[in-house]
């Protein structure tokens, strides 16, 4: 079940982005990240994608409740295949050979992954110095890159800005596995005396700041692969950080999961690489007829 929630939740996630990236496209090129995030509020597009990340968020946390943040996290990289899906048989882009074949590489080493590493055991109660350490190592690495971000080549800039990002939304992550726990326990009347609620606020805030700089500022083959891939590999060490999940002690099964992960990347870059871009869907429009 954990596993069939975060399919969905990528679902949502891919519309999401979808419709954030037609938005960000038609923006008004170098408005700093607090005055594009203005720009975009006013955006009926951009609110509609909004909308689908609030369903994505739900599913995702009903899946971080139900599974280990060591499972969800890495299975949200499909939403990159249901971006491809949509692009084509929604936006009808053509869509090379070779995408299919980086989509088909990222889903195998996924469930190779999922199979090898075979994550297990944890806890639902991190202790208040694993939290921070936590917010100290992802939180202060992910400040250190965002003011890196403000200067230098665009794609240098898109790098550490969705190096941030990315960063934010593994911890964000962990925060909604802690807050659905003392739903659980405490009901919604408690919800809001709990700390990890206004923590993941905060980081939520910053994520979509970052994350509209990222793809404002620089290539998407630049930031698409650091949002995708950093966040579960971050995840993956807050999950043994802060809730004990750990893997097989089996040292060529763990060997096997590496490489699967590894795999998972290279799909991950390759996918971004290969995938219908705007330029591609404005070739293959029909030309207007000559008068």
Known sequence: MPVLLALLSA????????????????APTGLPAWRLTLHLLRDPVWLLGQGSWLVAFGLQALALHLG??????????????????????????PVRTAAW?????LCGSLGLFLVAAEPRGGHP??????????FLAVGGGAAVAAVLGRRGSS???????ATAA???????????????????LDGLSGLFLDWEVYALAACGAASVVLVQAALHVGPLTVSQPLLVALNPLISIALSIWLFGEH???????????????AGLVLGVVLLTATGPHVTDAVRSAPRPAAP
Not at 11 to 26: F, G, T
Not at 125 to 134: E, I, M, N, S, V
Not at 247 to 261: R, Y
């Open 155 to 161: 794609a240098r800039r898109a790098a550490c800005y």
């Open 125 to 134: 109660d991190p202790t208040a110095a694993a939290w921070a350490g936590a």
């Open 11 to 26: 679902l949502a996630a891919a519309v999401y982005l979808v419709l954030q990236r037609d938005s960000n496209r038609a």
């Open 68 to 93: 280990r943040l060591s499972v969800v996290q890495p299975v949200l990289v499909t939403e990159l295949v249901y971006t491809l899906l949509i692009r084509r048989f929604v936006s009808r882009w």
């Open 101 to 105: 074949g980086s989509a088909a590489l």
């Open 247 to 261: 893997f097989t002690g089996n040292p060529a099964t763990v060997a096997l999961g590496g490489c699967a992960f």
């Open 166 to 184: 990315a960063g934010l939304g593994a911890l964000e992550a962990a925060l909604v596995k802690g807050a659905v726990q003392q739903v659980s």
